[in-house]
């Protein structure tokens, strides 16, 4: 069983950037790919971004690459995802996932092969 906490969450201005945290517990996260997605209000959960185990490979939403950078600390048990100029679209409860399969662009596709989610954390950007 993993455990997962995100953290980082908050409100910002268009622009604007945040980092988000995901802190894993009860089990070491280098036997999974991670993942984050994200659900506004209204919309159905969206993949943002994915990170093989050893983080030799990502995988981002088209709408996202070149602002977030998805990474991962194994050491620390821990995933980041770094967004920058964010806008009001990327408004969302951002969600972060593990799951024992190896591909983030199988998770894009297939969020259910995902085994451990954490609870979230709210991104509001305003402008």
């Known amino acids: 069983q993993v455990q997962l906490v995100e953290s980082g969450g908050g409100l910002v201005q268009t622009g604007g950037s945040l980092r988000l945290s995901c802190s894993a517990s009860g089990r070491t996260i280098s036997s999974y790919a991670m993942g984050w997605f994200r659900q506004a209000p209204g919309k159905e959960r969206e993949f943002v971004a994915g990170?093989?185990?050893?983080?030799?490979?990502?995988h981002y939403v088209d709408s996202v690459k070149g602002r977030f950078t998805i990474s991962r600390d194994n050491a620390k048990n821990t995933v980041y995802l770094q967004m920058n100029s964010l806008n009001d679209e990327d408004t969302a409860v951002y969600y972060c996932?593990?799951?024992?399969?190896?591909?983030?662009?199988?998770?894009?596709?297939?969020?259910?092969?995902?085994?451990?989610w954490g609870q979230g954390t709210q991104v509001t950007v305003s402008s």
């Open positions: 990170i093989t185990r050893g983080g030799g490979r990502t």
């Open positions: 996932a593990a799951a024992t399969a190896n591909s983030p662009w199988a998770l894009a596709t297939s969020p259910n092969l995902c085994n451990f």
